[in-house]
């Protein structure tokens, strides 16, 4: 984990990389009740919709883990660079996958998180990596270039 003081940013980053599908149900700790997450696939709005979406991401992933390879905040936000590495329950299991993003997010005045917004690239990250999709997916990008 890399190096940081007490405070918001730091008992973020130890939740997720601590995170398990026990751990959800300590998102209230970290996030506001009206807090939004915004990610490639989702954007919801509240705690029980954000634990939805982890509750998901665990349904069909195993080995699901974020290592936070940088942290810079100022104020009241912070941008995080992380890896997820994960394997998927139905589709080559035996692999495991890799994604490089970074994440934006804001406090609230309690110090939890109100706003979190999540930047990867879905299309290299996943799509191009699935069969007969992943083909499709960097000839338009090969074509766009």
Do not use: C
Request: aromatic share 14%.
């Amino acid at each position: 984990m890399i190096e940081l003081t007490e405070g918001p940013l730091r008992r973020l980053v130890v939740y997720y990389e601590t995170l398990t599908p026990e751990t959800v149900a300590k998102l209230g700790e970290v996030y506001a009740a009206g807090a939004s997450f915004r990610d490639p696939f989702n954007d919801v709005r509240g705690i029980a919709e954000i634990r939805r979406v982890l509750m998901h991401m665990f349904a069909d992933l195993t080995e699901a883990r974020f290592v936070i390879r940088e942290a810079v905040s100022e104020g009241d936000q912070a941008f995080l660079v992380w890896d997820f590495t994960f394997r998927v329950r139905r589709w080559q299991p035996e692999v495991e996958r890799n994604i490089h993003g970074a994440s934006h997010v804001r406090f609230d005045a309690a110090g939890k998180v109100d706003y979190h917004r999540d930047y990867w690239d879905a299309g290299a990250e996943l799509y191009e990596k699935l069969p007969f999709f992943g083909a499709l997916v960097r000839w338009v990008r090969r074509k766009f270039a």
